[in-house]
């Protein structure tokens, strides 16, 4: 009987992905737990393993197809066994190769035509950043080299593909069954762009949206549709935090590897103000309001294929050094690629962090099926009133914004604004223990 392949749930708020390319073929032999496709969703890349040994019987989908979650990807029958050969033989031997091969393209080295074993998605990065496969060490089945091997031994993450001047067109839609999984909101249906009558001039350049951007674009499109947005801003005063931060900088990064920067601060101050505030830590499930027992805090990050949002687990019991490795840690996967479907899942707020270019303040967009995102704004020296000896002066503060998106289905203003109100008054007392 077969077994079908179904796309697995790959974080929370993600409801399709797009197949990036198959790692094997129909009628290939496959092992346990071998990746055979690699899924690309706005969160993240995987790659799917197989959830059985046998032949892959039929592949159901077609590269660039978009499918939802639980979808049956491909089938593959358990009872085809291989004509193995003999165990004796040694590996260096030349012989016939046995029928259950590894599921990987040989790449031939163009000088000495020597067969390195590689999955697709490890050849493409070699050929695209010129490394020769025979300096890769593999650690895939049987010494393969797979794309995590190219990237470490390229040191950093691979560079993007420059963008194709191309006509768009729409991946087709997989006519795969509706998953089984619990029932959760739907995405949108995806609909063609509106032009708006606009016609192409000389000079123009189109640049087709990559199956991820396509997916964000949808997903930021439900959740403006999905909860009605409403902001606030708070202005923080971190004159305190930079004193604190530059008395003990030095010793933090020697006593604990990383170095301390603002976000810990602010993400430490959301966390206490989210045990104060439990509606902000919630989601809506039909027509309940579900308060979070446990705070899961998302850190947006940008990375070069788009914004992804690691969660750091029980936030809420870290010191404020737990807190500055656990958004290095987290950081660093996300550039390095190492994110996995994990790292992504179960957030219950999240805290924006645009960088140094940040502007002096900007709304968010919730990430779903969340009520609330903290965008953190500029950090700067500005004039500001304060009260001296019983008179008022004009001095020079470091100050912040703070933008509060949230959603009022689930939170009215004064509670929305009394969190905030608090993350201000937690980061303005700098009362913080390392």
Do not use: C
């Not at 009872?79 to 193995?84: G, H, T």
């Not at 674009?217 to 403006?224: A, L, P």
């Not at 305190?240 to 170095?259: C, D, M, P, S, T």
């Not at 303040?361 to 779903?368: K, W």
């Amino acid at each position: 009987m077969s077994i079908d392949v179904e796309l697995p749930s790959l974080g929370e708020s993600v409801f399709e992905g797009t197949i990036a390319r198959w790692l094997v073929s129909e009628g290939e032999v496959v092992e346990v737990d071998q990746p055979i496709v690699e899924v690309t969703t706005d969160k993240v890349d995987a790659e799917i393993p197989a959830p059985s040994a046998g032949m892959i019987e039929q592949i159901l989908v077609a590269e660039g197809d978009v499918v939802e979650i639980g979808a049956v990807l491909a089938r593959i029958d358990p009872d085809a066994k291989p004509n193995a050969a003999p165990s004796a033989e040694p590996a260096n031997v030349p012989g016939p190769e046995p029928v259950a091969k590894i599921a990987a393209d040989p790449v031939v080295s163009p000088d000495t035509g020597t067969s390195v074993p590689a999955t697709p998605v490890a050849r493409r990065m070699a050929d695209e950043a010129s490394i020769d496969l025979r300096d890769v060490s593999g650690t895939g089945s049987a010494g393969r080299v797979t794309k995590d091997d190219v990237i470490r031994h390229q040191g950093v993450a691979s560079p993007p593909a420059p963008p194709v001047e191309a006509p768009v067109t729409q991946p087709q839609r997989s006519m795969a069954p509706p998953p089984s999984a619990p029932p959760q909101p739907a995405p949108p249906a995806r609909r063609p762009a509106p032009s708006f009558g606009y016609e192409l001039q000389e000079g123009d350049r189109v640049i087709p949206m990559s199956p991820m951007r396509k997916i964000i674009s949808d997903h930021m499109v439900y959740s403006k549709r999905t909860s009605p947005h409403v902001g606030t801003v708070a202005e923080a005063d971190l004159s305190k935090i930079v004193r604190l931060r530059n008395q003990h900088k030095k010793v933090f990064q020697e006593n604990y590897g990383v170095a301390l920067t603002f976000l810990p601060f602010i993400v430490h101050a959301t966390v206490r103000a989210l045990r104060e505030f439990p509606a902000l830590n919630a989601s809506i499930v039909e027509d309940s309001i579900i308060e979070k027992k446990h705070i899961h805090l998302g850190v947006a990050t940008e990375t070069e294929k788009g914004l992804v949002v690691p969660v750091i687990r029980d936030a809420d019991r870290l010191s404020l050094a737990g807190m500055a490795m656990a958004i290095d840690e987290l950081a660093s996967k996300a550039r390095n690629k190492k994110l996995s479907a994990d790292d992504l899942k179960g957030g219950t707020f999240t805290v924006s962090n645009p960088g140094r270019r940040g502007n002096l303040y900007g709304f968010a967009i919730i990430n779903q099926p969340q009520v609330g995102i903290l965008r953190m704004g500029e950090i700067a020296k500005r004039p500001v009133v304060r009260s001296l000896e019983g008179e008022d002066a004009i001095v020079i503060r470091t100050m912040m914004y703070l933008a509060l998106s949230y959603d009022h289905r689930a939170v009215d203003g004064a509670p929305a604004n009394g969190f905030l109100y608090r993350i201000r008054e937690l980061l303005e007392a700098a009362e913080f223990e390392f």
